[in-house]
């Protein structure tokens, strides 16, 4: 048994999501084995994958998905999603085929399928738009405002490859729901919350008509959608519904032969809508009619108990030989168990919001046609996670169609495509399945980009977005022996995130010795003030000694013997003349500056004006 969590619509809600799990097996002392995400997971590693979103601009946020992709914060649980119809389309582009985002979660890829702890689990990412269904792949990275939406849209090509799938399915995942699923659930219940879907429920164009196909082909055990935004669960009864198998999508060359002893169930709705490839029970009675009819194929099928005599009767008892032949026909006449589900649970949850049904917690027996069930404890479980052999398979036959122009290449017929799916199973076998972990799915995730920073803003957005191979995908062709066909024009890249920044040693101070105090302070534990310490001695400078200046001639020695009177006037014995290039400056003791300045201020007013006289001497 596994222990699955399913989430609708996360949004970028990876901490809401993993809080809320953690607070589930703290309360039920329970342990959760796998979360599977349905879509518009929001992988943005910086801003230049937030610039290739198709989100309305109100709804752009970055969200915190770039802290487990850089590794500052690590998924707890085991996570596997497929993509909706919010997503960073050029990172999900590289992991065209699956891969890791970051540490411990897992991308299914456009269409892939894996195995975990036994379990079977498929999906398809995107939503259907018949615009762009019969279209290769023509997106160019980076994406254009069209391409940012029409890359995630459903091509006809993945459906083609998923509906190879021959053995049992246990978990299909998409995120859009099969068209006509509200068939057999609650439907009233629906239109009382989502009214708006009225007209489409009424007119059968809600959901997807290629999960429609798909649910009624490989009918798994459980399918889990989102991207509706509100918590809806059906059972789809797979016995009852014979006759869908021969109006749904199947290969032209081999059409499924309808039972001859199962009689058509009427359709008692005269305004229910024909469509050609699906049919859907009528709404009201029809549905009502369909429950009570009791298909004669069931008793006919019923194995005819042995004739034994009975010893009470007769009081003789029954030859042994007798009761051999009766048992061995028996045993021939019993019909074999179907090897596919016939029921299929459905469930579509809410995105992650307060008070909202975005979560559910499931058990499921990993029992099946080559399975057993788990019976040890679940402290001792560890579960594998592991590629599937029939989608290696599958992946090596169609590959040569898939096309990365506009036209998609013709797909080869039923009875073509089978042969080939059956050598490329071989080859599977004998080269991967046959080596010790040749199917466990590796666990080398790489960082293609930078992480966001908060010191980066908005800034070099179209550097970010750069198309570029990842190490992922390339090692995943290599080893099921094929060419990688994603950005195989450009590099294999692996981001290396620079080192933090170095900061110079810190030198430890030395053990025992005291830190020396201020002079004045006796020592470290003196606590007193700035007041205390002691009086700052006065400054002493020697007199300048000057050497006797040469006598000039001319101006130069009238300047010169003019402040030379004027000093000894002021009563200085002691001033020295300095004569330097034809010019004469006086040096006077610091005493007599502030007569000097006075001197000096009285001549530069009258030059320049009497009544300017106290702005002269300021400026002097």
């Not at 009761?323 to 589900?341: F, H, I, R």
């Not at 803003?457 to 390339?474: D, E, W």
């Not at 590099?491 to 005291?514: F, K, L």
């Not at 700035?530 to 000694?545: M, Q, W």
Request: hydrophobic share 35%.
């Amino acid at each position: 048994m596994v222990r699955v969590a399913i989430e609708g619509c996360c949004h970028g809600e990876l901490d809401k999501i993993y809080s809320s799990l953690k607070h589930i097996e703290t309360k039920e002392r329970v342990k959760i084995d796998l979360l599977i995400i349905c879509g518009d997971f929001q992988s943005l590693r910086n801003y230049g994958d937030l610039d290739q979103m198709a989100v309305p601009e109100k709804h752009k946020k970055l969200g915190i998905f770039h802290e487990y992709y850089s590794g500052k914060k690590t998924a707890p649980i085991l996570t596997v999603f497929i993509g909706g119809n919010h997503e960073g389309s050029n990172y999900l582009w590289e992991l065209y085929h699956g891969g890791w985002v970051c540490p411990n979660i897992y991308f299914l890829g456009f269409a892939g399928v894996v195995n975990f702890g036994g379990l079977r689990i498929a999906g398809l990412t995107g939503i259907f738009d018949p615009k762009h269904y019969n279209l290769g792949y023509h997106e160019v990275i980076p994406l254009n405002r069209e391409q940012c939406r029409s890359i995630y849209h459903v091509r006809r090509y993945n459906e083609y490859r998923v509906s190879q799938l021959t053995n049992p399915i246990d978990i299909f995942v998409s995120h859009d729901w099969p068209r006509g699923i509200y068939h057999y659930g609650d439907k009233k219940r629906l239109l009382s919350v989502k009214s708006f879907f009225e007209h489409e429920v009424n007119t059968n164009t809600l959901g997807s008509q290629v999960n429609e196909r798909l649910l009624y082909l490989l009918k798994p055990r459980f399918w889990f959608s989102a991207h509706l935004h509100v918590k809806f669960a059906a059972l789809v009864n797979h016995s009852l519904l014979e006759q869908n198998k021969a109006k749904a999508w199947a290969p032209p060359t081999a059409p499924p032969a309808r039972p001859a002893q199962v009689a058509p169930v009427p359709v008692v709705n005269p305004d229910a809508i024909d469509i050609v490839d699906s049919d859907e029970e009528a709404e009201g009675e029809a549905v009502a009619a369909t429950e009570k009819v009791e298909t004669p194929i069931v008793e006919e099928e019923k194995p005819v108990e042995p004739k034994i005599v009975d010893a009470a009767d007769t009081q003789e008892e029954p030859a042994a030989a007798d009761v051999q032949e009766q048992a061995t026909a028996t045993e021939a006449e019993e019909p074999q168990k179907p090897k596919e589900p016939q029921v299929t649970r459905f469930l579509a949850l809410d995105k992650c919001l307060p008070r909202r049904d975005f979560l559910q917690v499931l058990d499921i027996d990993a029992v099946g046609e080559g399975k057993e069930a788990q019976t040890e404890p679940k402290e001792a479980v560890t579960h594998s996670f592991e590629y599937d052999e029939e989608w290696l398979a599958i992946v090596r036959a169609t590959y040569d169609h898939l096309s990365l122009q506009r036209n998609q290449v013709d797909l080869p017929d039923q009875v073509t495509i089978k042969e080939r799916i059956r050598k490329e199973l071989e080859w599977v076998k004998e080269n991967i399945s046959s080596k010790e972990d040749g199917l466990v799915v590796p666990r080398n995730f790489v960082m293609t980009a930078p992480p966001h920073l908060p010191s980066h803003g908005h800034r070099n957005i179209m550097a970010l977005g750069q198309p570029v191979q990842n190490p992922q995908t390339v090692a995943f062709c290599e080893k099921i022996g094929l060419p990688n066909k994603i950005n195989s024009t450009y590099e294999v890249t692996t981001y290396v995130e620079p080192p933090p920044p170095v900061s110079p040693p810190r030198i430890p101070r030395a053990a025992n010795v005291a830190p020396i105090p201020p002079p004045g302070i006796k020592d470290a534990s003196d606590n007193r003030g700035l007041n205390s310490l002691p009086p700052r001695p006065a400054l002493s400078l020697p007199e300048p000694k000057f050497s006797q200046p040469e006598q000039a001639d001319g101006e130069t020695a009238e300047i010169a013997e003019d402040h030379g009177n004027e000093g000894k006037a002021g009563g200085e014995s002691d001033a020295m003349e300095v004569a330097e290039v034809g010019q004469s400056l006086v040096a006077q003791p610091i005493a007599d500056f502030a007569d000097t300045m006075d001197a000096a201020g009285t001549r530069s007013s009258d030059e320049i004006g009497s009544e300017n006289e106290p702005d002269a001497k300021r400026r002097c």
